[in-house]
């Protein structure tokens, strides 16, 4: 793509507005508990005090609206406390420049860092270190710079009480996430009837998981409906595609294959209600002709083998999700949907809880993450060294423009920078945009107006209140909110507005422009990376389906652990590949040694090879079955090569599976050999055929693998 076309296509994704479902009641919370931060801090200590601590409260309630499972009040006291600090500190060194400078820097490329642990810590940080820029101008000295730190931090405390005195759905994103999950299952059940070999996307049951992380303390709080469906859920997935694929003895067409259908619409009908049970908490809703489904007879007499298999199997886990999703109701509901479902149970042992590192021991887990990316090709690196180069350079530049109020520069810069290309020219344009339309709006009001500082303050509010409502809509039309609410606050501080609307619309296009410049001057492209996530996820996969092989081989020491860490593995490295894609079809960078068809047909190939190990784990033999002989050399080989794989394809070769053919022949020849040793009428271990015939389908894949990115 030319300079040219990815300047347009991040221009026009960044002034981009989209309808979103609204969320009006933690708006006006938020904006409420501005409001009363302001009106304290007006009372007791006057307005340029209020400025201060408005901004650490306006800070607070953002800091909440970002996408984390932690608990909001958590969230609100750590932007506070933390801007309160940098506050602090930023006035102590701001008399002396090269001091500041060297906090800043500092302070900039921490919080470039950040995006290691996350998003949501590089947001915090980076909106710290920018209003922290503002923040630092409005003390006179080192008690009232104190003075506005405590405030700002007191503005944390007021938006954390009133999450925890006013609560809005309690544990609502959890529940929105563990629904989400289970309605992309029930979608995936309803497109199976139609394409037995779909492709499911992974990514609600990754954003389940990361929803379900607790600590001791929230497990113990948590609704008895998030608790127990997750597990459940996540194994429906390859029983569901188990049934549906021909390849495992369903034909096409016939009976067999229409009460497949039936079976696959009756779950697809049970998992939505138990999706709505869980987003709503109220008792599961079972729809009467999905359980007839479930219950009738026809079952056990149109299917034998592994589609029989399956097909109990499903009903006993959509028996366990309904049953967890009925959460805290009467026995004798849940006794009802475990009989509706025709639950067949089987005895495990209770799972622990998801664990999650509690605040105290978040501190060590977010420096590991940060001492990871300190290294050469990282792209955090990269995002951390930028951050801090434009931040110094753009203070310095504001300082020796006539202009005043130099911080607007760097304050912009930092604002929308981000470690992607596409994410901060669009926002670096739409920066500029909103702030444009938001002051201008502002000054027109003022002018038109002239409020005292009441009003301006009461002005400030409503910006507020609309940036919070209005902030999923677009960067663009909350940064027209931002520009609005900056615009009062400072009048209501005794800034000259006049000066002030010129100098922001001014310095806020010289600091997206530094912005723009600084990546394309030192750029962490992903297109050039291509080849190494592909590899990875190469990698995974074959170690996902070398794991299931790995259960045939000694089921009564299998370890489901090593399974599930494969499987994780596989989703994550799926997600970094799909995501890498998207980057790199918006840089200016041309391709690297992989074309958009090979990475088209590659991708498609790791799906259906992922997809093949997921059937084989809907079938991993109990613990009192045989042992497949011979199994755990082939999955050996298979997981030798594709490590070796991925490293070809990070090398720009093509990989040779002929490793992996001669040992499935040799495994097939001793087969046989023991199958006309054995006595006659005996029967192979359960799972020998499977294991045959699913290992032949994973090399088929790996061989078009190979093809697809020669092409």
């Given at each position: 793509?030319?300079?040219l076309r990815a300047l347009k296509e991040t221009a026009r994704s960044g002034l981009k507005?989209?309808?979103?479902?609204?969320?009006?009641?933690?708006?006006?919370?938020?904006?409420?508990?501005?409001?009363?931060?302001?009106?304290?801090?007006?009372?007791?200590?006057?307005?340029?005090?209020?400025?201060?601590?408005?901004?650490?409260?306006?800070?607070?309630?953002?800091?909440?609206?970002?996408?984390?499972?932690?608990?909001?009040?958590?969230?609100?006291?750590?932007?506070?406390?933390?801007?309160?600090?940098?506050?602090?500190?930023?006035?102590?060194?701001?008399?002396?420049?090269?001091?500041?400078?060297?906090?800043?820097?500092?302070?900039?490329?921490?919080?470039?860092?950040?995006?290691?642990?996350?998003?949501?810590?590089?947001?915090?940080?980076?909106?710290?270190?920018?209003?922290?820029?503002?923040?630092?101008?409005?003390?006179?000295?080192?008690?009232?710079?104190?003075?506005?730190?405590?405030?700002?931090?007191?503005?944390?405390?007021?938006?954390?009480?009133?999450?925890?005195?006013?609560?809005?759905?309690?544990?609502?994103?959890?529940?929105?996430?563990?629904?989400?999950?289970?309605?992309?299952?029930?979608?995936?059940?309803?497109?199976?009837?139609?394409?037995?070999?779909?492709?499911?996307?992974?990514?609600?049951?990754?954003?389940?998981?990361?929803?379900?992380?607790?600590?001791?303390?929230?497990?113990r709080r948590r609704p008895a409906e998030l608790h127990g469906s997750r597990g459940p859920?996540?194994?429906?997935?390859?029983?569901?595609?188990?049934?549906?694929?021909?390849?495992?003895?369903?034909?096409?067409?016939?009976?067999?294959?229409?009460?497949?259908?039936?079976?696959?619409?009756?779950?697809?009908?049970?998992?939505?209600?138990?999706?709505?049970?869980?987003?709503?908490?109220?008792?599961?809703?079972?729809?009467?002709?999905?359980?007839?489904?479930?219950?009738?007879?026809?079952?056990?007499?149109?299917?034998?083998?592994?589609?029989?298999?399956?097909?109990?199997?499903?009903?006993?886990?959509?028996?366990?999700?309904?049953?967890?999703?009925?959460?805290?109701?009467?026995?004798?509901?849940?006794?009802?949907?475990?009989?509706?479902?025709?639950?067949?149970?089987?005895?495990?042992?209770?799972?622990?809880?998801?664990?999650?590192?509690?605040?105290?021991?978040?501190?060590?887990?977010?420096?590991?993450?940060?001492?990871?990316?300190?290294?050469?090709?990282?792209?955090?690196?990269?995002?951390?060294?930028?951050?801090?180069?434009?931040?110094?350079?753009?203070?310095?530049?504001?300082?020796?423009?006539?202009?005043?109020?130099?911080?607007?520069?760097?304050?912009?810069?930092?604002?929308?920078?981000?470690?992607?290309?596409?994410?901060?020219?669009?926002?670096?344009?739409?920066?500029?945009?909103?702030?444009?339309?938001?002051?201008?709006?502002?000054?027109?009001?003022?002018?038109?107006?002239?409020?005292?500082?009441?009003?301006?303050?009461?002005?400030?509010?409503?910006?507020?209140?609309?940036?919070?409502?209005?902030?999923?809509?677009?960067?663009?039309?909350?940064?027209?909110?931002?520009?609005?609410?900056?615009?009062?606050?400072?009048?209501?501080?005794?800034?000259?507005?006049?000066?002030?609307?010129?100098?922001?619309?001014?310095?806020?296009?010289?600091?997206?422009?530094?912005?723009?410049?600084?990546?394309?001057?030192?750029?962490?492209?992903?297109?050039?990376?291509?080849?190494?996530?592909?590899?990875?996820?190469?990698?995974?996969?074959?170690?996902?389906?070398?794991?299931?092989?790995?259960?045939?081989?000694?089921?009564?020491?299998?370890?489901?652990?090593?399974?599930?860490?494969?499987?994780?593995?596989?989703?994550?490295?799926?997600?970094?590949?799909?995501?890498?894609?998207?980057?790199?079809?918006?840089?200016?960078?041309?391709?690297?040694?992989?074309?958009?068809?090979?990475?088209?047909?590659?991708?498609?190939?790791?799906?259906?090879?992922?997809?093949?190990?997921?059937?084989?784990?809907?079938?991993?033999?109990?613990?009192?079955?045989?042992?497949?002989?011979?199994?755990?050399?082939?999955a050996d080989a298979l997981r030798r090569a594709t490590d070796r794989g991925a490293k070809?394809?990070?090398?720009?070769?093509?990989?040779?599976?002929?490793?992996?053919?001669?040992?499935?022949?040799?495994?097939?020849?001793?087969?046989?050999?023991?199958?006309?040793?054995?006595?006659?009428?005996?029967?192979?271990?359960?799972?020998?055929?499977?294991?045959?015939?699913?290992?032949?389908?994973?090399?088929?894949?790996?061989?078009?693998?190979?093809?697809?990115?020669?092409?």
């Amino acid at each position: 793509m030319s300079w040219l076309r990815a300047l347009k296509e991040t221009a026009r994704s960044g002034l981009k507005i989209e309808r979103r479902r609204l969320e009006p009641l933690i708006a006006v919370r938020g904006a409420a508990g501005l409001a009363l931060v302001i009106g304290v801090a007006l009372a007791l200590f006057g307005p340029v005090v209020a400025a201060s601590s408005a901004f650490g409260a306006f800070q607070a309630a953002i800091a909440t609206f970002q996408r984390s499972w932690r608990p909001r009040p958590v969230l609100a006291l750590v932007s506070g406390v933390s801007l309160g600090v940098t506050t602090f500190l930023g006035y102590v060194t701001g008399p002396h420049l090269p001091l500041f400078l060297l906090l800043l820097i500092t302070w900039t490329f921490l919080a470039g860092l950040a995006w290691a642990a996350g998003p949501t810590g590089g947001i915090i940080a980076a909106s710290n270190v920018a209003i922290m820029l503002v923040t630092v101008t409005l003390p006179t000295s080192v008690a009232q710079a104190a003075l506005h730190g405590a405030m700002i931090m007191f503005g944390g405390v007021v938006q954390a009480a009133l999450i925890v005195l006013f609560p809005i759905r309690r544990w609502g994103a959890q529940r929105d996430a563990l629904a989400d999950a289970l309605a992309a299952e029930a979608d995936y059940a309803r497109r199976l009837r139609h394409d037995p070999v779909a492709h499911f996307d992974p990514v609600p049951l990754m954003l389940a998981r990361r929803a379900a992380a607790v600590t001791a303390r929230e497990a113990r709080r948590r609704p008895a409906e998030l608790h127990g469906s997750r597990g459940p859920a996540e194994r429906i997935r390859p029983v569901l595609a188990s049934l549906a694929d021909p390849a495992m003895g369903v034909p096409a067409e016939g009976p067999e294959r229409d009460r497949v259908r039936e079976l696959l619409a009756a779950a697809g009908s049970l998992l939505d209600a138990a999706a709505r049970a869980i987003r709503t908490g109220h008792p599961v809703k079972l729809p009467a002709p999905a359980v007839a489904a479930l219950r009738t007879p026809d079952t056990g007499a149109l299917l034998t083998g592994p589609p029989l298999r399956a097909a109990d199997r499903l009903a006993a886990l959509l028996s366990d999700v309904i049953e967890a999703a009925e959460g805290d109701g009467t026995k004798e509901e849940r006794a009802g949907a475990e009989e509706a479902a025709g639950a067949i149970k089987d005895s495990r042992p209770p799972a622990e809880h998801h664990r999650r590192p509690g605040l105290l021991r978040l501190a060590p887990v977010i420096l590991r993450a940060m001492r990871r990316e300190v290294h050469h090709g990282s792209p955090i690196l990269r995002h951390a060294i930028r951050l801090a180069a434009v931040a110094g350079v753009g203070y310095l530049l504001g300082r020796l423009l006539p202009l005043g109020h130099g911080y607007w520069a760097p304050m912009a810069a930092v604002m929308v920078m981000r470690p992607e290309f596409s994410q901060t020219y669009s926002r670096a344009v739409a920066r500029f945009g909103g702030t444009l339309v938001g002051v201008f709006l502002a000054s027109a009001i003022v002018e038109a107006a002239h409020p005292g500082t009441g009003p301006l303050a009461a002005l400030a509010v409503v910006c507020a209140l609309l940036m919070y409502l209005l902030m999923r809509t677009g960067y663009a039309v909350a940064q027209a909110c931002v520009g609005a609410y900056v615009v009062f606050l400072l009048g209501m501080a005794g800034d000259d507005l006049g000066q002030t609307v010129f100098e922001r619309v001014l310095l806020t296009l010289g600091g997206g422009l530094l912005a723009m410049i600084s990546y394309a001057v030192y750029p962490a492209w992903e297109t050039p990376r291509l080849r190494t996530r592909l590899g990875d996820w190469l990698r995974a996969d074959g170690r996902y389906a070398a794991a299931v092989v790995d259960q045939y081989a000694d089921p009564a020491e299998r370890g489901q652990d090593d399974v599930r860490q494969a499987l994780l593995a596989t989703r994550e490295a799926r997600v970094a590949w799909q995501e890498a894609v998207a980057t790199a079809l918006h840089e200016p960078v041309r391709h690297r040694g992989l074309s958009h068809a090979a990475a088209d047909a590659t991708q498609h190939t790791l799906a259906q090879l992922g997809r093949v190990a997921m059937l084989l784990e809907a079938h991993i033999p109990r613990s009192e079955a045989r042992p497949v002989p011979g199994a755990a050399a082939l999955a050996d080989a298979l997981r030798r090569a594709t490590d070796r794989g991925a490293k070809a394809v990070r090398e720009r070769r093509v990989p040779d599976w002929t490793p992996v053919w001669e040992a499935l022949e040799r495994w097939e020849a001793e087969c046989r050999a023991r199958e006309e040793a054995a006595e006659p009428g005996a029967p192979p271990p359960a799972g020998t055929g499977l294991v045959r015939n699913n290992v032949a389908l994973l090399l088929d894949a790996l061989e078009d693998f190979s093809r697809g990115l020669d092409s």
